[in-house]
């Protein structure tokens, strides 16, 4: 099986790994932290800020294979504290419109950083 790699600009790796890989007509975009590409470090703020940063980086890793969130069929969302599940959902209802991508939210323990939320997605191609 073969598979294509995507780096964007404004999204940042904090380990040996592709923003995204494509195989098929499969993109498998990696989670994003809310990491701020211009500073380097986690963004300022609460759970909507952390949120809408790991969609902005998201959405450039999309952007530089060609797609965009129309194409978005799944996403994982990962939560250190599942009581900022609706502060999340305010932010998420406005990246996608109808019909939305499946979704999964998940509880964890810790993220990469001290992140509060970390989001991956699968993308797919016309």
């Known amino acids: 099986m073969s598979r294509k790699a995507f780096t964007a ?22 989670g994003q932290t809310p990491i701020d590409a211009a ?6 703020g ?8 790991c969609f902005i ?10 797609l965009t969130p129309d194409d978005v069929v ?3 969302v990962f939560l250190t504290d599942m009581a900022n599940f609706e502060a999340m959902n305010e ?3 406005t990246q996608f419109t109808t019909p939305y991508p499946a979704r999964t939210t998940i509880g964890v323990a810790a993220l990469p950083l ?12 016309k």
Do not use: C, M, W
């Open 9 to 30: 600009e404004g999204a940042v790796s904090v380990g040996p790994y592709s923003h995204a890989v494509e195989t098929g007509n499969l993109l498998y975009l990696s």
């Open 39 to 44: 500073t380097g470090k986690l963004v300022e």
């Open 46 to 53: 609460d759970i909507s800020a952390q949120t809408k940063q």
């Open 57 to 66: 980086n998201l959405f450039a890793v999309l952007k530089a294979a060609g």
């Open 74 to 76: 799944k996403v994982n």
């Open 91 to 93: 932010v998420y209802k």
């Open 114 to 125: 001290g992140a509060q939320v970390e989001i991956e997605l699968i993308a797919a191609r």
